[in-house]
């Protein structure tokens, strides 16, 4: 929600725990999206939204791990 991230206290963490979750609704819509689009100009972008999200996701992870020692 952009009003609780733009008064977070600490920001950066706001942002990564709030980004996950929209990448992996994103990735989960891609994929459905792959079994069912009928275009393949669609296609080849949801392939490549699958793998960006993705690589994003573990970043991400990755970072608030580093930052918070957290999961």
């Known amino acids: 929600d952009l009003t609780a991230l733009s008064k977070a ?5 706001a942002f990564i725990e709030q980004m996950i ?6 990735v989960r819509m891609a994929t459905m999206a792959q079994a069912n689009s009928q275009h393949q100009e669609l296609r080849l972008l949801q392939q490549a939204m699958v ?7 573990e970043q991400m ?3 608030y791990r ?6």
């Not at 206290?9 to 963490?13: A, K, L, P, S, V």
């Not at 979750?21 to 994103?26: L, R, S, W």
């Open 9 to 13: 206290t600490d920001f950066d963490r």
């Open 21 to 26: 979750p929209h990448h992996q609704m994103g």
């Open 51 to 57: 793998k960006a999200q993705s690589q994003e996701i």
């Open 66 to 71: 580093r930052y918070y020692d957290s999961p």
């Open 61 to 63: 992870r990755q970072w």
